[in-house]
């Protein structure tokens, strides 16, 4: 990809991308290319239908081949300009989604009770119980947990956005404790 790849790098660094979402733009991006053994710019529509259908056929989840379209998409629009070759792909659908397997909550104290160090029980707990995912509970601070009105301040989320999430009071009385 040569030129073309250190472009994207540019603009999705001018964009303001994550570093791990920027690796994967470039990884499918670079994926597409071998497929066809051209430059991106020799290719054009028929190819990036052709390349999704393969996706498709392929039985990969909805998630992964929205994933790459949304590589080619920024690929073809913003680095190479050409926003015509993307503009008629639909957006995959996921399919059929299945509910999430859930502890008892009789479970989810044997697990969190068998972990022997108390920062990462605390680290945890604060994570399953206010529904954080783990980077944010790692970036977790003092002053983001709002104790009067029950809530955790997460500042910086995926796609670099700020919520609100429930502090329940049992997790509170844990924090407490612990700090």
């Known amino acids: ?25 470039l990884d499918c991006a670079r994926r597409f290319v071998a497929h066809f053994r051209k430059p991106p710019t020799q290719l054009g529509e028929p190819h990036v239908r052709e390349f999704m259908l393969r996706l498709r056929e392929r039985r990969l989840q909805g998630s992964t081949v929205r994933g790459y379209l949304a590589s080619l998409r920024f690929m073809y629009a913003v680095t190479l300009q050409r926003p015509e070759v993307v503009a008629g792909i639909p957006w995959p659908r996921d399919g059929k989604r299945k509910l999430p397997v859930v502890l008892a909550p009789v ?25 954080l995912r783990i980077s944010e509970a790692c970036a977790l601070r003092p002053e983001h947990i709002e104790s009067q009105r029950n809530v ?28």
């Open 1 to 25: 990809m040569g030129q073309v790849r250190d472009k994207m790098v540019e603009d999705l660094r001018l964009a303001g991308y994550r570093p791990g979402t920027q690796a994967h733009y």
């Open 107 to 131: 479970e989810a104290e044997q697990i969190l009770s068998a972990i022997p160090s108390a920062k990462d029980r605390v680290i945890l707990m604060t994570a399953y119980g206010a529904g």
């Open 152 to 179: 955790i301040h997460v500042v910086d989320g995926k796609g670099a956005k700020e919520r609100y999430t429930v502090l329940p009071e049992r997790l509170l009385t844990l924090l407490r404790e612990y700090w």
